[in-house]
């Protein structure tokens, strides 16, 4: 019984350590090509208030969160966003392990500093950060 609870330990520490490792950094292409896209389609549909991202520079790992309570591997990340119709301002993201479609893949969630009327991440940002 004892073997069988440290191998099944074993298999569950080695695939969250495996999905760390496939997590896409902060400055990956794929990721900055994403949150740009979502931006640009919640300005469209839901903000209205003539504010794209034009370019992301500065960006930055602030932490890499792949043990605690949740099984799920997250990278919060910090960037300065250039933004067509304003000044620029920070960014503020995460990107989730198993969190794409159907639990496969990856996930990014963001937030403009300034931009949340909504404050669905909290004041500036916060929950991001």
């Known amino acids: 019984m004892r073997l069988a609870v440290t191998a099944s330990l074993a298999f569950c520490c ?3 350590m ?4 496939e997590l ?3 400055d990956n292409p794929s990721v900055i090509s994403t949150l740009s896209s979502r931006q640009a389609w919640a300005e469209a549909h839901t903000w209205k208030d003539g504010v794209t991202i034009a370019v992301v520079d500065h960006v930055g790992e602030r932490r890499l969160v792949t043990e605690g ?3 799920i591997d997250r990278r919060y990340c910090a960037a300065r966003a250039a933004l ?3 000044r620029p301002t920070a960014l503020y993201y995460v990107v989730s392990a198993g969190e794409g479609f159907a639990g496969y893949g990856w996930n990014v969630e963001f937030c403009l500093s300034g931009h949340d009327p909504y404050r669905v991440y909290g004041a500036d940002c916060q929950v991001l950060k």
Do not use: K, L, V, Y
Not at 18 to 21: E, F, L, N
């Open 84 to 86: 067509t119709a304003a």
């Open 69 to 71: 309570f949740s099984a």
């Open 18 to 21: 495996a999905a760390a490792g």
């Open 24 to 26: 896409p950094g902060c």
């Open 14 to 16: 080695s695939t969250m």
